[in-house]
């Protein structure tokens, strides 16, 4: 078996090691909730079959944390079935943590266990929070875990010390620090919940730093430095300096699609909230696919336009179906709206032969395609596998070219349930700072089900069509992507970030968000 430090809360501080043998494991033995969520982002569905068993090994059937000796009952119980059992350790499972206790245990019951070190909270927070725990000028520092006693006399000449479990203490610790002989106006930093797109710091002094944490309401889990070392943090700055850093992003789309626009959003240090606003279904009648695969293994089509990555989805799920594979699009041309629909294409191992080098649309297709040539195409006919809405223009504009069509209903696109009460009221009263649409659907949708977008509310919008749907319900688009693409989508909003930030410190005012103001009557049109 294995105990695997999980890091301090960024999912991306995983060692490779660590990846590893939570993809591998059989049962995973869990620490804290949050553990879920990681092992689910790495695993997928933990219900699905193949999923590996998760058990709790940080809280009984009560809810009520376990003991260190109870802890390491579960954990040999575990590793004595013989499986690959994994324990999951918050931190490093070494370092202010149960494992060296466990890793005993099971050392007693003669079973076999590897140790893999992780990211520590105590070194990596404060790096997150742009604090450097040692330099050429201080190569001294303290760890203390202050939920005991202290002498902090041992720590009086000790240049930076770092305290973890100090949140509700900070107070009665500082008056003792400055009874050592520390300065008053020694710096001092807390950081809650670090290296995540929520964390917090707050840079204070020893007299007053019981009086700002309470007024930020500084709350566990938390790491304090203190010394003059926490003066850098003015200059290393760079996390919570992010252009969106704590942004609440609300991501309208359908699940399958949301991965790596959330991604890009927390590389930015903003946090995304995804609402389904659309559920991808089989068309009501599969005859008509059926026919149409058939016919292109026959031969019928000459070329084969996908206008989404969803309609790439539907016809390989249709190819896996009938047992057929890549090898039945030989000799047929292939057309992508864009460069995702490419991707998921050469992701099946073909290779796009048209996609638009201007405008990723159907009227860039359209732009770009042939003329149907009888001395040089021996087939005429077009194969379009599309979604159930509309796409009367794309057809209209092969024909004019020459071809037939045969336009066939690959996938439904159908409006999602309406998200949870506080969910719609986050949307209509402004807690959001930024919603990204990524189609006109996702528009129309989000308001049907939701309602309007407050006015504070930063609107990005993927493209003109996007844009024009957004401004015909009565919203003004701050960002527009330079080409229809989520990544660069993101990019627009995080450089429309950077600006505002960089306006506000011009302007020598507080950096805030965009739901911390709420104008009255900004943006939103005359209805």
Same mark, same amino acid.
């Given at each position: 078996?294995?105990?695997?430090?999980?890091?301090?809360?960024?999912?991306?501080?995983?060692?490779?090691?660590?990846?590893?043998?939570?993809?591998?494991?059989?049962?995973?033995?869990?620490?804290?909730?949050?553990?879920?969520?990681?092992?689910?982002?790495?695993?997928?569905?933990?219900?699905?079959?193949?999923?590996?068993?998760?058990?709790?090994?940080?809280?009984?059937?009560?809810?009520?944390?376990?003991?260190?000796?109870?802890?390491?009952?579960?954990?040999?119980?575990?590793?004595?079935?013989?499986?690959?059992?994994?324990?999951?350790?918050?931190?490093?499972?070494?370092?202010?943590?149960?494992?060296?206790?466990?890793?005993?245990?099971?050392?007693?019951?003669?079973?076999?266990?590897?140790?893999?070190?992780?990211?520590?909270?105590?070194?990596?927070?404060?790096?997150?929070?742009?604090?450097?725990?040692?330099?050429?000028?201080?190569?001294?520092?303290?760890?203390?875990?202050?939920?005991?006693?202290?002498?902090?006399?041992?720590?009086?000449?000790?240049?930076?010390?770092?305290?973890?479990?100090?949140?509700?203490?900070?107070?009665?610790?500082?008056?003792?620090?400055?009874?050592?002989?520390?300065?008053?106006?020694?710096?001092?930093?807390?950081?809650?919940?670090?290296?995540?797109?929520?964390?917090?710091?707050?840079?204070?002094?020893?007299?007053?730093?019981?009086?700002?944490?309470?007024?930020?309401?500084?709350?566990?889990?938390?790491?304090?430095?203190?010394?003059?070392?926490?003066?850098?943090?003015?200059?290393?700055?760079?996390?919570?300096?992010?252009?969106?850093?704590?942004?609440?992003?609300?991501?309208?789309?359908?699940?399958?699609?949301?991965?790596?626009?959330?991604?890009?959003?927390?590389?930015?240090?903003?946090?995304?909230?995804?609402?389904?606003?659309?559920?991808?279904?089989?068309?009501?009648?599969?005859?008509?696919?059926?026919?149409?695969?058939?016919?292109?293994?026959?031969?019928?089509?000459?070329?084969?336009?996908?206008?989404?990555?969803?309609?790439?989805?539907?016809?390989?799920?249709?190819?896996?179906?009938?047992?057929?594979?890549?090898?039945?699009?030989?000799?047929?041309? $292939? #057309? &992508?709206? %864009?460069?995702? +629909? /490419?991707?998921?294409?050469?992701?099946? =191992? *073909? !290779?796009? @032969?048209?996609?638009?080098?201007?405008?990723?649309?159907?009227?860039?297709?359209?732009?770009?395609?042939?003329?149907?040539?009888?001395?040089?195409?021996?087939?005429?006919?077009?194969?379009?596998?599309?979604?159930?809405?509309?796409?009367?223009?794309?057809?209209?504009?092969?024909?004019?070219?020459?071809?037939?069509?045969?336009?066939?209903?690959?996938?439904?696109?159908?409006?999602?349930?309406?998200?949870?009460?506080?969910?719609?009221?986050?949307?209509?009263?402004?807690?959001?700072?930024?919603?990204?649409?990524?189609?006109?659907?996702?528009?129309?949708?989000?308001?049907?089900?939701?309602?309007?977008?407050?006015?504070?509310?930063? $609107? #990005? &919008?993927? %493209?003109?069509? +996007? /844009?024009?749907?957004?401004?015909?319900? =009565? *919203? !003004?688009? @701050?960002?527009?992507?330079?080409?229809?693409?989520?990544?660069?989508?993101?990019?627009?909003?995080?450089?429309?970030?950077?600006?505002?930030?960089?306006?506000?410190?011009?302007?020598?005012?507080?950096?805030?968000?965009?739901?911390?103001?709420?104008?009255?009557?900004?943006?939103?049109?005359?209805?």
């Amino acid at each position: 078996m294995a105990f695997v430090g999980t890091g301090p809360g960024d999912p991306d501080l995983l060692t490779v090691r660590a990846l590893r043998l939570i993809e591998d494991a059989e049962v995973l033995v869990t620490e804290a909730p949050e553990h879920l969520t990681l092992v689910a982002a790495l695993r997928g569905d933990l219900e699905a079959d193949g999923a590996p068993e998760v058990v709790d090994g940080g809280f009984g059937e009560d809810g009520q944390p376990l003991t260190h000796a109870a802890r390491a009952k579960v954990v040999v119980k575990q590793a004595k079935r013989g499986k690959r059992v994994v324990r999951l350790l918050g931190g490093d499972p070494f370092l202010y943590a149960s494992g060296p206790e466990e890793a005993q245990a099971v050392a007693k019951a003669g079973i076999g266990f590897e140790i893999v070190p992780g990211v520590s909270s105590v070194s990596a927070v404060p790096a997150y929070a742009g604090i450097p725990l040692t330099n050429k000028d201080h190569r001294e520092v303290a760890v203390v875990t202050c939920g005991e006693k202290i002498d902090w006399t041992r720590y009086c000449d000790t240049p930076t010390l770092v305290l973890l479990s100090a949140v509700g203490q900070i107070g009665d610790i500082a008056k003792e620090l400055i009874a050592t002989g520390r300065s008053p106006q020694t710096p001092v930093a807390m950081t809650r919940v670090g290296t995540t797109t929520e964390q917090q710091t707050v840079t204070s002094t020893l007299e007053q730093i019981a009086a700002d944490a309470r007024a930020a309401r500084v709350a566990p889990p938390a790491v304090t430095v203190i010394g003059k070392i926490v003066d850098l943090r003015e200059t290393l700055s760079w996390f919570e300096t992010k252009p969106l850093f704590g942004w609440r992003v609300l991501v309208p789309r359908t699940k399958e699609q949301s991965a790596s626009l959330c991604n890009r959003l927390r590389h930015f240090g903003a946090v995304p909230e995804e609402v389904p606003t659309i559920s991808v279904e089989p068309p009501r009648n599969p005859q008509q696919m059926d026919k149409a695969v058939r016919g292109l293994v026959e031969g019928r089509y000459e070329w084969i336009a996908f206008t989404s990555v969803n309609a790439v989805k539907a016809v390989r799920e249709k190819f896996e179906e009938y047992g057929l594979d890549a090898r039945a699009f030989s000799g047929l041309k $292939i #057309a &992508a709206v %864009g460069d995702k +629909t /490419a991707q998921a294409i050469a992701a099946w =191992g *073909l !290779r796009a @032969d048209l996609v638009p080098s201007g405008e990723q649309s159907a009227a860039g297709l359209l732009e770009e395609w042939p003329e149907y040539d009888e001395q040089l195409d021996p087939i005429n006919r077009v194969f379009l596998p599309r979604a159930d809405i509309a796409t009367e223009n794309l057809v209209a504009g092969l024909i004019d070219l020459g071809w037939e069509c045969d336009d066939v209903t690959a996938y439904r696109t159908v409006r999602a349930a309406p998200p949870p009460a506080p969910t719609r009221d986050a949307i209509k009263t402004g807690k959001f700072d930024a919603v990204v649409f990524t189609s006109s659907s996702t528009v129309r949708n989000l308001v049907g089900i939701a309602g309007k977008p407050h006015p504070s509310t930063v $609107i #990005a &919008a993927i %493209g003109p069509a +996007t /844009a024009k749907t957004a401004e015909e319900h =009565g *919203l !003004r688009v @701050d960002v527009l992507a330079p080409k229809p693409d989520v990544e660069l989508l993101v990019d627009a909003l995080a450089d429309f970030g950077a600006a505002r930030r960089q306006a506000l410190l011009d302007a020598g005012e507080p950096v805030t968000k965009p739901s911390d103001r709420k104008p009255t009557g900004r943006r939103r049109k005359a209805e």
